[in-house]
């Protein structure tokens, strides 16, 4: 990890810069992909799930025997932890539902607003060497809650052709409608377009490598709703001395272990927590069963060492962290200052992990610094919010000459003849 010691503002930019990739090759190949997906639809599916994913598929559908056995293979303790996370999330989603208000701007004038759930969703899972099954309650739940109707979801297979057990388990779980066995960005593409198998969604969530990233902006330009902008995982953490080493040296490596273009950043105001954090680091990653990638992203990773907490705050500002944690005294004074983050977690015991699996919170959150204009996947990311008036005749009469006014100062006549016609009628 590199170090900085009370940087000036002239090295921010440098210092709290992302990993940078050169896409150029990378959009020419998913650009290529994707055409391919919309032409051909299955047979173009199949062609680069055997090219990527090295399995031959007859179907992508996952049946209901499938799920049943997939179900049994599950171990009581981890079926109980998906479903103790389950409760959690729902409760804490359940309450971002509102209740319909109608407002009487003047008498005979009613407006409200309702939301609507999006009708089809398509939900992305990694699998690989890390299935993240525990995107689907983050995602699944919300949908489920929003009233989306159908709730599809993709997922790679592995080298026999299967999803993994608790893939299918929390997909069930949570009401999805239809599993697929498709990864990558070929499973971006069935679900933007559409083929003979898979419908065609109205919005795409979930996160992914940079082909599935790339792949879900380039359909976002053909018109299609996704998530977010969503890059490499990351995570900030602000410490002072009352930081406890070994703490935050484990929430540094839970990121570094996700991917090696992940980010872990540390700012303290303490010299002795940073030199404590550094030899944590260094024992508790050569146990790490992930210990090569997490060490790749430590070499993208950074050490910050500030004069005061007010700098420390600024300078998370700055970043706008996905994830943040305040390892730090008066941490819930601090988080009144934070105005750029994804998701915090404030004080010595609250680490990132519980908001990835079972606070309650949603893990699908704002990456690269978009943190400053987006917030993570709640209820609202699957609604759309219609609103509606109606007028009687006296409303109509009240607010008429207003409206004429301002019409046909715009120089829309059409508009003033609107109301015209009717006050007349």
Known sequence: ??????????????????????????????????????????????????????????????????????????????????????????????????????????????????????????????????????????????????????????????????????????????????????????????????????????????????FVTCAKQMVQEDGLAIDMPAGPSEVCVLADDSAIPAFVASDLLSQAEHGADSQAILITTAQSILQKVEAELEKQLALLPRKAIAEKALANSKLILVPSIEEAIEIANEYASEHLILACENAEEVAEKIVNAGSIFIGNYSPESVGDYASGTNHTLPTNGYARAYSGVSVDSFIKKITYQKLTQQGLQLIASPVILMAEAEGLRAHANAVNIRLNA
Not at 81 to 108: D, W
Request: hydrophobic share 40%.
């Open 1 to 210: 990890m590199k170090k900085y010691i009370n940087p000036s503002k002239s090295l921010w930019p440098e210092m709290l810069s992302r990993p940078v990739l050169d896409n150029t090759s990378l959009k020419e190949r998913v650009a290529e992909v994707l055409k391919e997906i919309k032409a051909g639809g299955d047979e173009a599916v199949k062609k680069y799930t055997e090219k990527f994913d090295r399995v031959v598929l007859e179907s992508f559908l996952v049946t209901q025997d499938e799920i049943k056995l997939a179900v049994a293979e599950i171990s009581k303790d981890l079926k109980d932890a998906i479903e103790l996370a389950a409760k959690n999330i729902r409760l804490f989603h359940e309450k971002q539902t509102a209740k319909v208000e109608i407002v009487e701007t003047r008498p005979g004038i009613k407006c409200w607003r309702k939301s609507v759930g999006i009708e089809k969703v398509g939900l992305y899972i990694p699998g690989g060497s890390a299935p993240l099954f525990s995107t689907i309650l983050m995602l699944g739940i919300p949908a489920q809650i929003a009233g989306c109707k159908e709730i599809l979801l993709c997922s790679p297979p592995n080298k026999e052709g299967k999803l993994h057990p608790a893939i299918l388990f929390a997909a069930q779980l949570v009401g999805v409608t239809r599993i697929y066995k498709i990864g990558g960005v070929q499973a971006i593409g069935a679900m933007a377009y559409g083929t003979g198998t898979v419908p065609k969604v109205y919005k795409i969530f979930g996160p992914g490598n940079q």
